[in-house]
């Protein structure tokens, strides 16, 4: 019975694991396909943490959000996996299982930091989702599903033939008269 359900669940996780990747691959094209949509170049698409660097000028016409973004993951991953070092520093020291009070209340604050920190990552994403979705002339309604449905809507986004860049924020460059309207009199 053990040795039918260790093989179950073996190609279960394979499976995942093929879809996991399949899905990977369809979703840098769908960037890289935005990306040349919006006059970028589709290799920036698959660099990891520059591309959100370029989706953020994409997006906005400035960088500034995606390196915000950067920077938060950045910090993010050092305090993740430096959270869970010192937990199992503390785990090997502690080995009869005792905890003192000030070992308990750093994880504590550890923790919270971590979450907060999460959450404005989800803040910054929804953002730049949302500002996404409008510098390719998307309605209100798909803008906001773009901050919980982002992944489905990149693809869905990334192979519509007909879909155009209209600009940073849903706003034109430049108008039919030539007029420069990112130009700060």
């Known amino acids: ?92 020291g502690n080995l009869d299982g005792s905890m003192s009070a000030s070992d308990a209340a750093s994880i504590m604050l550890f923790s919270l930091f971590v979450m907060v920190l999460s959450i404005g990552m989800a803040v910054l994403n929804g953002i730049l989702m949302f500002k996404l979705a409008k510098s390719y002339g998307k309605s209100e309604g798909w803008c906001v599903a773009m901050i919980f449905l982002s992944g489905i809507l990149i693809i869905a986004m990334g192979f519509d033939r007909e879909l155009k860049y209209v600009g940073p924020n849903g706003v034109p460059t430049s108008d039919q008269y030539g007029v420069d309207n990112n130009y700060n009199y």
Do not use: D, H, N
């Not at 019975?1 to 394979?14: T, W």
């Open 1 to 92: 019975m053990g040795v039918v359900f260790g093989g179950a669940f073996a190609l279960f996780y394979i499976g995942m694991l093929v879809f996991s990747l399949a899905l990977t691959v369809v979703m840098l094209v769908a960037r890289y396909k935005l990306f040349e949509k919006a006059g970028e170049a589709g290799w920036k698409a698959i660099i990891p943490f520059y591309w959100s660097i370029v989706l953020s000028k994409i997006a906005t016409g400035k960088k500034t959000l995606g390196a915000a973004f950067v920077v938060a993951y950045s910090v993010f991953l050092i305090a993740y996996i430096s959270f869970y070092y010192r937990q199992m520093v503390m785990l090997m």
